[in-house]
Nanobody, 122 residues
Framework: QVQLVESGGGSVQAGGSLRLSCTAS?????MGWFRQPPGKEREGVAA????????EYADSVKGRFTISRDNAKNTLYLQMNSLKPEDTAMYYC??????????????????WGQGTPVTVSS
């Protein structure tokens, strides 16, 4: 059972930056970040393949968010710049295996963290 622990969430003003981290209890495969705004559905934000060569981003965050991973530390990161109020959500880290679907599809993931909140004020 892989355990994922997120950190780095907080409150910032629009235009600010935050860096989320997710540490896994063991080596994992595909990893991704998801978010769930208040009263809305969960959505995929960014994901990365095992070796880090392939990344996927939601259109809403392209050019502002950057996903990265340090496999030596079993840690996934999400650098979030130029934050907007609509980025406000609970952010979750996830780890999964191979499925022939988008890495931003939650069905690909078996393990989830407890979430870290991000609040962006205008």
């Amino acid at each position: 059972q892989v355990q994922l622990v997120e950190s780095g969430g907080g409150s910032v003003q629009a235009g600010g930056s935050l860096r989320l981290s997710c540490t896994a209890s063991e080596a994992t495969y595909t990893m991704g970040w998801f978010r769930q705004p208040p009263g809305k559905e969960r959505e995929g934000v960014a994901a990365m393949s095992t070796g880090g060569r392939i990344t996927e981003y939601a259109d809403s965050v392209k050019g502002r968010f950057t996903i990265s991973r340090d496999n030596a530390k079993n840690t996934l990161y999400l650098q979030m710049n130029s934050l907007k109020p609509e980025d406000t959500a609970m952010y979750y880290c996830a780890a999964g295996t191979y499925l022939p679907i988008s890495r931003l599809d939650y069905r690909r993931y078996n393990y989830w963290g407890q979430g870290t909140p991000v609040t962006v004020s205008s």
